[in-house]
């Protein structure tokens, strides 16, 4: 009997029926809209939204070890530029993407400055640049100041047609930027993305390009959040500065990818999800609803670091979308299926292909 | 103009004080504490409370006060942080974040939207002035607000230099293992020293009160302050702190000269430009931004 040696895999059986499940539920979602409400068709095109941020927030953290408290900045931008486009006579609907490309690269030179900071300097670093370029945009004679201004130019569609046009931009959005993410975490940028999580120096030692991956992740995140944010200007049609530059949305998408599993991709969607269902009954308490969320990501990261997916992943070793590897070792060569064997899981470490 | 510096100089004394807390407790345990503005705020409040219910005056009311802010320092540090900067550097901020949204928020809930001042409370202090030679008016709590930062920075970097404690907490700052084995108490240490930043950051939530208007949502605010100054004072030593103070406010108030909505503009980009030259002169990427070397004899 020649001696076992281990299987390295991309996913398990459960990935690949999950990796169907996926496709089948977007083209449920793509057709929902005839089924459900108006005001449904609002929530889930929110839900989306929240999505997005969430995965990105999460790319940026979880991936990439970049705690960010100031993403709101690219929020804010999204729905600015979206304005702004919109304002000079670009149809609003193209303007909600063009916006986002201008965030992105607006997120470069930003970039070349705060990624040489590090951990809490660079958190509270981008907060800075957030509340700069809050104030910045107040200045804009068109937003007036605090008082705002509305995406006017919308109003020229039905508010049906606004409305699924939205959904489902959303829903492309979301589906787009989930792929071109799990695509990235997936392949040899995402091995890079990860070694630099747990050890920058480890991780440059051994060729990984430390400052162009961490700027690829930064400039996707902030790309993601514009769509975001100009999808949000799109459905609520105002534009405060207050509410898009508000840091509340990072509390979002802090509590989401906590309490969801910081640094798995399925986390992110389902913080998103339990997000959103408590918004749903909790929303209108108010503070009490804030106060919880704070405490609840005061708490995961305390006693549950690894949020709810992190956890079920480390004891069952569910696998649904994985971007990483693992490796089985089988434990005798009769016993191929592996079922009883508990299965090693590298999924950190890989030499560069 | 020279009245504007003057002011300027002596706002500097108040980001003094709100910053040292920040990048004492960063030299100390590397850990930037998001809720530092928050727990300011809720100091001011817990002033407030005393003398507009007990009618006890805020400087009385400071007795009450610090040891109680010492006493959450130390269980901040005993309870939260302690426990989640074993999970790597990034999850303090996470869990501190999640601290400052808890307290702004139970505050909104507690005191409602309403803005607060204890400038009522405090007499002719908030408006009295002197007058010095040049025809310049100088407001005294200004004046006792920027001699309690020089008495303070002053009184820190003697207790770290002098005394066996300060002597200990230097040791930790510098490799907490180390220390361990010669025999410090790494815990002990870091929770005083958490204690001591929170006296700090509760006298600035006083002055806070005292010398302007504050809200339960004003602590993110006093949060970048207190880190612009901070890194603008750069890793030199407590001193720093105060010379980012003056530089921050000068800025702010440049800032305001230049456009009535431009205080806050020019503060932050006063913190960027200084940024921007500490990174391309010392290319060292930056490990302590905050740090200062609390092993400065002086």
């Given amino acids: 009997m020649s001696a076992a040696s281990p299987v390295i895999e991309r996913g398990t059986a459960a990935s690949r029926i999950a990796g169907c499940g996926v496709a089948i539920i977007i083209l449920l979602l793509a057709l929902a809209p005839q089924f459900l409400s108006a005001g449904a068709v609002d929530r889930m095109t929110a839900l989306f939204i929240y999505v997005i941020l969430a995965a990105m927030w999460n790319a940026l953290a979880g991936f990439g070890g970049l705690v960010s408290v100031g993403q709101q900045v690219f929020f804010g931008l999204g729905a600015y530029f979206a304005i702004r486009l919109a304002n000079a006579g670009l ?19 930003i970039s070349l400055f705060m990624l040489r900071l590090r951990n809490g300097e660079f958190a509270i670093g981008m907060w800075v640049i957030a509340a700069l370029t809050h104030l910045l945009v107040n200045l804009d004679r068109l937003i007036q100041g605090e008082t705002g201004t509305s995406l006017i130019s919308l109003n020229v569609y039905d508010a049906s047609t606004r409305r699924l046009t939205i959904y489902w931009l959303a829903l492309a959005s979301m589906t787009a930027l989930l792929a071109v993410l799990f695509g990235l975490l997936r392949g040899s940028t995402g091995a890079a993305i990860r070694a630099i999580r747990d050890n920058e120096d480890a991780a440059a030692s051994i060729g990984v390009r430390v400052t162009g991956t961490k700027r690829l992740l930064f400039v996707l995140a902030a790309f993601g959040i514009g769509v975001a944010g ?18 509340q949305w990072t509390a979002y998408m802090i509590f989401i990818v ?19 269902l408590i918004e749903t009954w909790f929303g209108g308490t108010g503070v009490w609803y804030l106060i919880g969320l704070g405490a609840t990501a005061l708490i995961f990261s305390l006693l549950l670091p690894r949020g709810l997916w992190g956890t079920l992943e480390e004891r069952f070793g569910w696998r649904l979308l994985s971007v990483g590897y693992r490796v089985r070792l089988p434990v005798n060569a009769s016993d191929t299926t592996g079922g009883t064997a508990s299965p090693a899981q590298v999924t950190t470490s890989r030499e560069k292909a | 103009m020279t009245n504007q510096i003057v002011q300027g100089i002596l706002l500097g004394g108040y980001y003094a004080l709100i910053a040292c807390g920040l990048s004492f407790m960063f030299s100390v ?3 930037i504490n998001l809720a530092h503005g ?13 003398a507009s219910r007990f009618h006890i005056p805020p400087f009385l009311g400071l007795a009450i006060v610090l040891p109680l802010m010492a006493v959450i320092g130390w269980a901040l540090q005993r309870f939260l942080l302690e426990r989640s900067a074993r999970g790597g550097a990034l999850l303090p ?37 002197w007058e010095w030679p040049g025809s310049l008016y100088v407001g005294k709590l200004a004046v006792i607000i920027f001699v309690a930062a020089v008495v303070l920075l002053g009184g820190l970097q003697l207790f770290l230099t002098r005394t066996g404690l300060g002597r200990s907490i230097r040791a930790t700052s510098e490799d907490p293992d180390t220390a361990g084995l010669v025999g410090v108490d790494v815990r002990r240490a870091n ?92 290319g060292l990427g930056l490990r302590g931004l905050l740090r200062f070397s609390t092993g400065k004899v002086p």
Avoid: C
């Fill in chain 2, 29 to 31: 345990m590397r850990i």
């Fill in chain 2, 191 to 282: 929770a005083i020293a958490a204690a001591i930043a929170m006296v700090t950051v509760g006298l600035a939530g006083a002055f806070l009160g005292m010398r302007a208007t504050f809200d339960p949502y004003a602590g993110a605010t006093q949060l970048l302050f207190a880190f612009e100054a901070a890194v603008i004072g750069g890793a030199g030593s407590l001193w720093g702190t105060l010379i980012g103070g003056i530089v921050l406010a000068l800025a702010q108030t440049l800032g305001a000269k230049v456009h009535p909505q431009g205080f806050l503009i020019g503060g932050h980009v006063a913190f960027l430009i200084v940024l921007f030259i500490r990174l391309y002169t010392s």
């Fill in chain 1, 258 to 276: 906590l309490v969801g599993g910081i640094g798995t991709f399925e986390g992110a969607i389902l913080g998103a999800l339990i997000f959103f």
């Fill in chain 1, 91 to 109: 149809n609003p609907f193209v303007s909600l993407f063009v916006s986002a490309v201008i965030v992105g690269a607006v997120s470069w030179p």
């Fill in chain 2, 93 to 129: 901020i996470l869990t501190t974040f999640g601290l400052a949204i808890v307290i702004d928020n139970v505050l909104f809930e507690q005191f409602g939207a309403d803005t607060r001042s204890l400038a009522p409370f405090i007499g002719n202090l908030s408006y009295d002035s």
């Fill in chain 1, 230 to 247: 100009a999808l949000w200007l799109a459905t609520s049609i105002t534009f405060q500065p207050k509410t898009y530059f508000s840091v």
């Fill in chain 2, 38 to 50: 928050s727990l300011a705020v809720l100091s001011a409040f817990a002033l407030w409370l005393l």
